[in-house]
C-alpha cells in the first residue's frame, strides 16, 4: 500500500487537531495513508539538512521561508510540475510575500507551495498613546516616528514603552529586517555574491533598532522570546514587535479590560515575511500522490485551518476572505503586512548568514545594554565589519 510521510512544524493542539482532520479526509477519499511527523522549530532545520544529505526521511514537509534556497542548492526539492503550477493559479490570488518566497532569483522553476503566511506586527497600547497625546496614524510612521513616539510615553509616566527579545534567537533578526530594509540596506545583494549587512544603510537601519534598547525599563538584558511576551500581554509594556499569530490566543486569554486597549500596526519600514511552505523532496518514491497530498492542504479544502483557534493566516485572498480570520480588521491588516512585505533572501548562503546573525546580534545587545551611554554605531561596527569579511569569504 502507498503511504505517504508530512513532516511539520509542531503547533497548538487547535492546528494539529484541524491537520490530522484533514489528512482523515484524504486518505478517506484517496485510500492512501498519510504519517504525521512532528518537528520543533528550533530544532527543525538541521533535521531537514540531514533528510537533504542522506536522501531519506519524508516525502513532504513543512520549511521555513527562508531555507528553500540552500535545500534547492543541495539539490534535495523536486519542482512543482507544470500542471500543477498552472493549478495553483497567479500570483496575484496570494499574498505577495508568500508567493514571492517560492521561487528563486533567474530560476524559471517553482519549488515549493505557499502554505501558511507569518509576517512581524507592531503590538501597542491604545489607551497609553492617547495619554501621551500620541496619534496611532503617526506614531509608528517611521523608525524615527517610533523612536520619538516611545520617548514621548516614557516622558509620561510609562516605565517600559518597549520590549523585545535581547537574547540568542533568530527573532531579532526576523526583528531588525524592518529597520534595515526600511534605511535602504541589504543583507546580501541581488546577485547574492555581495554580504552587505555591514555596508551604511543597513548600520543605519541597526543602529536605529538598538538604540530603542534606552526605552526598555529595568533589567532589559534578561529579556527572551517569553518574557517580551509576557511583559507586553500582561500590561506592563506599551508596545512589542511580534508574530500575527500571538493576536488570537492573547486576546481570548488576557484581561477583558486589557484586551479593549490592545491594537495592531504596520511595523515602521518593510515588513518582515515568514511563515512556512511545503515541499516534495526529490527522494520520495511516491511523487504523485505527493503532489495530490500537497494539492489537497493548500486548496479549499485547508479554509478550516484558518480559524481564531489555530492562530495561522493563509496565504490566497479567496482563502483569507472566506474564513472566520478574514472578517477581522486586524488580521487584514496582517495580510497587508505580508503582501507589501519582503521575505528573507531567497539566496544560497542566507541561512547561514540568517544564523551567524543571530549569535552577533546577542553580542550586541550585550555590550549595548551593558553600557547604555555607548556609541551604539561602533559597537555594530565593531561585530559585523568581521562577520561581514568571513562570510564574503565563505561565499567567495
Not at 542548492?73 to 508567493?99: E, H, I, R
Not at 537601519?205 to 517569553?226: H, K, T, Y
Not at 507586553?232 to 488576557?254: C, E, H, K, P, V
Request: proline share 5%.
Amino acid at each position: 500500500m502507498i503511504e505517504l510521510e508530512l513532516s511539520v512544524m509542531l503547533g497548538s493542539a487547535d492546528e494539529l487537531k484541524e491537520l490530522q482532520g484533514l489528512l482523515d479526509k484524504f486518505t478517506a477519499s484517496r485510500h492512501i495513508p498519510v504519517r504525521l511527523t512532528l518537528l520543533e522549530w528550533t530544532a527543525a532545520w538541521g533535521e531537514i539538512v540531514q533528510a537533504a544529505i542522506h536522501n531519506s526521511g519524508p516525502d513532504i514537509s513543512e520549511i521555513g521561508v527562508s531555507w528553500l534556497a540552500d535545500l534547492v542548492g543541495m539539490n534535495a526539492l523536486l519542482p512543482l510540475p507544470g500542471p500543477m503550477v498552472s493549478q495553483l493559479g497567479t500570483s496575484s490570488q496570494y499574498l505577495k510575500g508568500s508567493w514571492n518566497a517560492c521561487t528563486l532569483q533567474n530560476d524559471p522553476n517553482m519549488w515549493a507551495v505557499p502554505w501558511f503566511a507569518g509576517t512581524r506586527v507592531l503590538y501597542y497600547r491604545r489607551d497609553w498613546l492617547e495619554k501621551a497625546g500620541l496619534d496611532p496614524k503617526s506614531a509608528f510612521s517611521s523608525a524615527a516616528a517610533l523612536d520619538a513616539s516611545l520617548q514621548k510615553l516614557q516622558d509620561s509616566g510609562v516605565e517600559r514603552p518597549w520590549v523585545v527579545n535581547t537574547q540568542r534567537s533568530t527573532s531579532t533578526v526576523h526583528h531588525i529586517t524592518c529597520w534595515v530594509w526600511g534605511a535602504g540596506g541589504s543583507f546580501l545583494s541581488a546577485d547574492g555574491k555581495a554580504v552587505m549587512f555591514a555596508e551604511k544603510e543597513a548600520l543605519d537601519g541597526m543602529e536605529a533598532f538598538f538604540r530603542l534598547g534606552r526605552l526598555m525599563g529595568s533589567n532589559p538584558a534578561v529579556i527572551d522570546d517569553r518574557l517580551a511576551n509576557h511583559l507586553f500581554w500582561s500590561g506592563q509594556a506599551g508596545a512589542t514587535l511580534d508574530g500575527q499569530w500571538q493576536y488570537a490566543t492573547q486576546m481570548r486569554t488576557i484581561d477583558p479590560t486589557l484586551a479593549q486597549n490592545i491594537a495592531v500596526a504596520m511595523v515602521p519600514g518593510v515588513p518582515f515575511v515568514g511563515g512556512s511552505n511545503l515541499v516534495v523532496w526529490k527522494h520520495t518514491r511516491r511523487p504523485e500522490a505527493a503532489w495530490d497530498l500537497l494539492n489537497f492542504l493548500t486548496g479549499e479544502n485547508a479554509t478550516s485551518m484558518y480559524s481564531k483557534n489555530t492562530n495561522l493566516l493563509p496565504t490566497r485572498w479567496d482563502l483569507l476572505n472566506n474564513s472566520e480570520v478574514g472578517q477581522d480588521p486586524a488580521y487584514q491588516l496582517f495580510a497587508q503586512a505580508v503582501d507589501v512585505g519582503r521575505c528573507w533572501p531567497a539566496l544560497p548562503f542566507s541561512a547561514l548568514i540568517e544564523n551567524r546573525l543571530r549569535d552577533t546580534l546577542a553580542l550586541v545587545w550585550q555590550e549595548v545594554l551593558a553600557a547604555p551611554e555607548a556609541n551604539v554605531r561602533e559597537i555594530l561596527v565593531q561585530h559585523l565589519v568581521p562577520l561581514q569579511r568571513r562570510l564574503q569569504m565563505s561565499i567567495a
